[in-house]
């Protein structure tokens, strides 16, 4: 068979040894995902079944979002709920009823668990049966969970597409189905690309609005474009659908490694993937290549967050010519990564979970150049002189594919370079410091 794009091979790390490690760990819980998640799904509406700690987190991680009519809210447990003197049920019946009158827009209700409700064992996917049953066929209603006691993080995303899988149709059609929010922008070139392939009909989850829903069978096959979605994964294969492994679209060759991947199931003339995919690889190289000047030789520690640990660090060895002493993430999902592991170069040391304090203790025995850490960590970090990276914006920034390869590293170079030009400061004439701010 035609290989459309050879990815030269890396020792690899698939039989690397993983340190598993459990304790005290510096994370977000999975409500977090619904502040991208309420972007991009147009008529959809998250209420957080919580206490006021939830709707603090919220509130403070979506910013100015939240005078712009945000699409969640947070039904607040209060005592009596928590006593069990209050039947919460009822309350939700009631809360969701006003929510519904006063927004038409809203067509997908997802009720979200929070520690609070799942401490008292509110039962969110009775509700949300009970509350579909009511409200079909102009909404439907879902739960999921998005507590800290279950999720990290980006867990959140994959909770809420999880649980939206089993309530789509039945088909018999062969699609293929592209799995994980990206940016509109992003989504657009994906799709472009896979059009330009004539590979096709292609849909999307989550879709913006449930009217775009489709259906799954035995000839779906699916591509998943974020590497934290191992329980939606499960979902799709339940449903009958078949997954197409590749390494997840960051970096010129991770992007081209994903649609080789689809390409092969699709059957793409090899003359075809290659003048579809020449002239973005060759942007994408070139932009990389000037971005990630200053990573070249460089050390990376990455601490648990998102599960992009992985691939970015694959990301960052092979095409910007980085060292990872140890890749940390808060759940390694073997299956899904096996292409990522093949292609990172043997060498870091990989660690599931987190004990903050043993590993705190070994970013300082290792000294990295670069540690790529939460806001909790970043700044008690950067007092002891060590440059980080704020894993949070690899979340919220455009990052996958083609033309966003560039500023991908741009991420990653852009402390170093702050760190410099904060040391030219004091000691370089102005031009040395103008070059280094670039
Ligand atoms: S779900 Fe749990 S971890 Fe998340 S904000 Fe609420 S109480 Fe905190």
């Not at 699409?71 to 939700?92: H, K, N």
């Not at 006691?149 to 039945?170: H, K, R, S």
């Not at 062969?174 to 940016?183: D, H």
């Not at 329980?231 to 997840?248: C, E, K, M, S, W």
Request: aromatic share 6%.
């Amino acid at each position: 068979m035609t290989d459309y794009a050879p990815i030269p091979a890396a020792k690899g790390c698939r039989d690397t040894p993983v340190l598993r490690e459990r304790g005290q760990h510096e994370v977000f819980c999975g409500l977090t995902g619904i502040i991208w998640l309420h972007r991009k799904m147009q008529d959809a509406f998250f209420l957080v079944v919580g206490s006021r700690t939830c709707a603090h987190l919220l509130q403070s991680a979506a910013g100015v979002m939240i005078f712009a009519e945000p699409r969640f809210g947070t039904a607040i447990l209060e005592e009596g709920d928590l006593a069990g003197m209050a039947d919460a049920q009822d309350e939700i019946d009631r809360e969701v009823a006003r929510l519904l009158s006063r927004r038409p827009d809203i067509r997908q209700l997802f009720l979200v668990g929070s520690c609070p409700s799942e401490v008292i064992k509110l039962d969110l996917a009775r509700a949300a049966e009970r509350l579909s049953g009511q409200f079909a066929p102009h909404v439907r209603v879902l739960s999921y969970s998005g507590s800290g006691i279950e999720t990290t993080f980006t867990q959140g995303e994959d909770a809420c597409l999880a649980a939206m899988v089993p309530v789509l149709p039945e088909t018999e059609a062969r699609e293929l189905v592209m799995v994980g929010a990206l940016p509109d922008v992003v989504e657009q070139q994906a799709l472009g690309l896979l059009g330009a392939m004539g590979i096709g009909p292609v849909r999307v989850l989550p879709s913006p609005r449930a009217a775009d829903y489709f259906g799954l069978g035995p000839n779906t096959v699916f591509a998943l474009t974020q590497p934290f979605l191992g329980d939606t994964h499960a979902a799709l294969v339940r449903r009958g659908a078949r997954h197409i492994p590749a390494p997840f679209p960051l970096g010129e060759e991770g992007t081209t490694g994903w649609l080789a991947a689809i390409a092969r199931e699709f059957g793409v003339d090899a003359a075809l993937f290659d003048a579809v995919t020449a002239a973005p690889r060759d942007r994408a190289r070139r932009a990389v290549a000037q971005a990630a000047e200053p990573l070249a030789g460089k050390s990376v520690f990455f601490m648990p967050d998102s599960q992009l640990e992985l691939p970015l660090a694959r990301f960052l060895a092979r095409e910007c010519a980085m060292t990872p002493i140890e890749i940390g993430t808060p759940f390694l999902h073997r299956e899904l990564m096996a292409p990522e592991l093949d292609l990172l170069p043997a060498g870091p040391r990989l660690a599931e979970g987190q004990d903050v304090e043993k590993q705190l203790d070994r970013v300082r025995g290792d000294r990295p150049d670069l540690t790529v850490c939460g806001l909790g960590l970043a700044n008690p970090l950067e007092s002891e002189g060590l440059t980080t990276k704020w894993a949070i914006e690899l979340v919220f920034t455009p990052v996958h594919f083609y033309e966003q390869a560039g500023d991908l590293a741009g991420l990653f170079a852009r402390p170093l370079r702050r760190r410099a030009a904060l040391r030219l400061d004091t000691a370089q004439p102005p031009a040395a410091l103008a070059e280094a701010r670039r």
